[in-house]
């Protein structure tokens, strides 16, 4: 069983488009994330939701936007796509024990826009 | 920033070989965090250790941490081809923000 999962694993479109990724997690936790890592390596937060409740949003551009339905999902919707949107977009969960956030991370989707 | 800062950024050694790599931060801390990151794979927790906490271990890892120095170091021993990988780390602070902050990581070669 896959505890954290995201689609597609690859996007590619074009400039402009809008396009959304998926990903849902089965391990009961409150906490979900998105993180975009760069060609370099970086891996960077970009939103964070608790219990369906947006808790961190970094500089992102409003061209970004996430969506949790219930505390198992959390959707990341991206309008008028640009080519330095082009990284990949990883999901994360975790459950906040007190004692420090383990978190648990998607495959990733490779995204690239032409 | 919270963001933990990995050297070397690359390292290559034989199998059978120790590995060590080392994590400097800048803020206190909570924990700290390494995870480990297979190529076109997401990242997989390896080992927590606490602000109060100097050493720990795992299997083949070990981790330090000097508070005093802000700063971590893993070390993996005996170490695989299937070691071959990129290592990050995380400090993470006390309350509030959960979200980690990771650098760019070292990238192991473990030659066969």
């Known amino acids: 069983d896959t505890a954290v999962s995201q689609t597609p694993k690859y996007l590619v479109t074009q400039m402009g488009n809008d396009k959304s990724i998926k990903c849902e997690q089965n391990?009961?936790?409150?906490?979900m994330y998105w993180y975009k890592q760069d060609s370099k390596k970086f891996l960077k937060i970009m939103f964070s939701?608790?219990?369906?409740?947006?808790?961190i949003n970094e500089t992102v551009p409003n061209r970004f936007s996430p969506k949790s339905p219930d505390k198992a999902h959390l959707n990341l919707h991206i309008n008028s796509l640009e080519l330095g949107d082009s990284a990949v977009y990883f999901c994360?969960?975790?459950?906040?024990?007190?004692?420090?956030?383990?978190?648990?991370f998607g495959p990733g989707t490779r995204l690239t826009v032409l | 920033s919270q963001q933990g800062e990995e050297d070397p950024q690359a390292l290559s050694i034989q199998e059978g070989e120790n590995a060590t790599m080392n994590c400097s931060y800048k803020?206190?801390?909570?924990?700290l965090q390494w995870y480990r990151q297979n190529s076109g794979r997401g990242l997989v927790h390896l080992i927590l250790i606490r602000s109060n906490e100097r050493e720990k271990h795992s299997g083949r890892l070990r981790v330090t941490l000097d508070t005093s120095k802000k700063s971590s170091s893993l070390l993996i021993t005996a170490s695989r081809a299937a070691d071959t990988a990129s290592y990050f780390c995380a400090p993470q602070r006390a309350a509030g923000r959960r979200a980690l902050t990771f650098g760019s990581g070292t990238r192991l070669q473990v030659q066969p």
């Open positions: 803020t206190s801390i909570n924990n």
């Open positions: 939701y608790n219990n369906k409740e947006l808790i």
């Open positions: 391990l009961g936790h409150d906490t």
């Open positions: 994360a969960s975790s459950q906040d024990s007190g004692k420090g956030d383990t978190q648990y």
